[in-house]
């Protein structure tokens, strides 16, 4: 494992974790498309500082997008449509719930076409109750712009309250924890 969120050892990648619509699995060569696709939105791009140009991306965009531990490709029939994250906090941000930082974050972007159809919901569900069930009680955290309602409704269902608000990257930041096996989806 790289880039470890262990309390004990965790398998990683684990096996595809599949929900009533869609398959969570480690990311493949056959996503890369769909992930410059993603950074490139200007859509998606509105609340996670910009999109970045797309002949910057098909340069710099390894040829396995996001292989790493803690990331989540999303696939509905057969086709990418988003990724989840879990990653260590780093304790330099703002916004935690020990005072030594490095929770567990995490995260989602999904194409635009994906939006308003509950899939954000349904897979960070399922990966949340994965990591419940590899690291039971370690809670995790969540940021998201104030701005960003439907981001801030997806943490809603998923179960994450409130801890704060503060500024940073030059907009209000939501920032909220939930505990695992929680959620109510």
Same mark, same amino acid.
């Given at each position: 494992?790289?880039?470890? #969120?262990?309390? /004990?050892?965790? +398998?990683? $990648? $684990?096996?595809?974790?599949?929900?009533?619509?869609?398959?969570?699995?480690?990311?493949?060569?056959?996503?890369? +498309?769909?992930?410059?696709?993603?950074?490139?939105?200007?859509?998606?791009?509105?609340?996670?500082?910009?999109? /970045?140009?797309? *002949?910057?991306?098909?340069?710099?965009?390894?040829?396995?997008?996001?292989?790493?531990?803690?990331?989540? +490709?999303?696939?509905?029939?057969?086709?990418?449509?988003?990724? #989840?994250?879990? *990653?260590?906090?780093?304790?330099?941000?703002?916004?935690? #719930?020990?005072?030594?930082?490095?929770?567990?974050?995490?995260?989602?972007?999904?194409?635009?076409?994906?939006?308003?159809?509950?899939?954000?919901?349904?897979?960070?569900?399922?990966?949340?109750?994965?990591?419940?069930?590899?690291? $039971?009680?370690?809670?995790?955290? !969540?940021?998201?712009?104030?701005?960003?309602? +439907?981001?801030?409704?997806?943490?809603?269902? !998923?179960?994450?309250?409130?801890?704060? /608000?503060?500024?940073?990257?030059?907009?209000?930041?939501?920032?909220?924890?939930?505990? $695992?096996?929680?959620?109510? *989806?």
């Amino acid at each position: 494992m790289s880039d470890e #969120i262990t309390v /004990r050892p965790v +398998a990683w $990648p $684990p096996a595809p974790i599949k929900t009533e619509r869609l398959v969570l699995r480690e990311s493949e060569a056959r996503d890369r +498309a769909a992930f410059v696709e993603l950074f490139a939105s200007p859509e998606v791009g509105t609340y996670v500082g910009g999109s /970045r140009p797309r *002949d910057e991306l098909e340069r710099a965009m390894p040829e396995v997008p996001g292989r790493r531990f803690g990331f989540f +490709a999303v696939e509905l029939d057969g086709a990418t449509i988003g990724m #989840i994250t879990l *990653d260590r906090r780093a304790p330099e941000r703002k916004g935690h #719930i020990r005072p030594e930082g490095g929770e567990i974050e995490l995260g989602y972007m999904f194409l635009p076409q994906a939006w308003g159809r509950g899939y954000a919901s349904e897979a960070c569900a399922a990966v949340l109750d994965w990591f419940a069930g590899v690291l $039971p009680g370690e809670p995790v955290v !969540l940021s998201t712009q104030t701005a960003n309602e +439907a981001s801030m409704r997806v943490a809603a269902k !998923l179960g994450f309250t409130e801890v704060e /608000r503060f500024e940073d990257y030059g907009a209000e930041q939501w920032f909220a924890v939930c505990s $695992p096996g929680t959620s109510s *989806d």
